[in-house]
T-cell receptor, first 116, second 115 residues
Framework: AQKVTQAQTEISVVEKEDVTLDCVYE???????LFWYKQPPSGELVFLIR??????QNEISGRYSWNFQKSTSSFNFTITASQVVDSAVYFC?????????????FGKGTLLTVNP | KAGVTQTPRYLIKTRGQQVTLSCSPISGHRSVSWYQQTPGQGLQFLFE???????NKGNFPGRFSGRQFSNSRSEMNVSTLELGDSALYLC??????????????FGPGTRLTVL
């Protein structure tokens, strides 16, 4: 069975600080997909990134960057120069290919608070 | 393009009642998944529908059921409500029809409170 662990329950930073959210996953499958979602106080999950297991290239999108390392089964998310609007709960998720490809397994989430 | 919509946004029921939640996917999306979010258990997968057929099911009792219509809209039903069913119910849609994991786009959720 697959599992996603987000060890950081809560993180608090001051605006403009960089912050990294950790995600460690477990699966025996060789083909899988990793996601990050943001959940602001409104409740809706907002898609941030999707990465498949064969693509270990790191990705940067504006202030956001993701570091995928298969060797350590990690998919970490870094926000550079954080802003108050980044305050939210962030979820890392995993899905497999084939019959279970539409079942997302989520971590418990990390509550990020960015203080002015 | 309009996003995923869910109705109602808030619902209050009493134990023993039943409830039906509705989800309209993004236009062109044929897969609809449902998730339950609670403070204790986090986000848990309920089931997924594609072309009016349930393809995947999570570990929830039979009181939780769903269906999908020919226009891809989906409903989920919870019968004989229990206090522990109080949660945010999230619906997600994706293109579907492939063996890879499409991105799932989520709606705003329905907040169910059982008294």
């Amino acid at each position: 069975a697959q599992k996603v662990t987000q060890a950081q329950t809560e993180i608090s930073v001051v605006e403009k600080e960089d912050v990294t959210l950790d995600c460690v996953y477990e699966t025996r499958d060789t083909t899988y997909y990793l996601f990050w979602y943001k959940q602001p106080p409104s409740g809706e999950l907002v898609f941030l990134i999707r990465r498949n297991s064969f693509d270990e290239q790191n990705e940067i999108s504006g202030r956001y960057s993701w570091n995928f390392q298969k060797s350590t089964s990690s998919f970490n998310f870094t926000i550079t120069a954080s802003q108050v609007v980044d305050s939210a709960v962030y979820f890392c998720a995993l899905s497999l290919s084939g019959g279970s490809n539409y079942k997302l397994t989520f971590g418990k989430g990390t509550l990020l608070t960015v203080n002015p | 393009k309009a996003g995923v919509t869910q109705t109602p946004r808030y619902l209050i029921k009493t134990r023993g009642q039943q409830v039906t939640l509705s989800c309209s996917p993004i236009s062109g999306h044929r897969s609809v998944s449902w998730y339950q979010q609670t403070p204790g258990q986090g986000l848990q997968f309920l089931f997924e529908y594609f072309s009016e057929t349930q393809r995947n099911k999570g570990n929830f009792p039979g009181r939780f059921s769903g269906r999908q219509f020919s226009n891809s809209r989906s409903e989920m039903n919870v019968s004989t409500l229990e206090l522990g069913d109080s949660a945010l119910y999230l619906c997600a849609s994706s293109l579907g029809g492939t063996s890879i994991a499409d991105t799932q786009y989520f709606g705003p959720g329905t907040r169910l409170t059982v008294l």
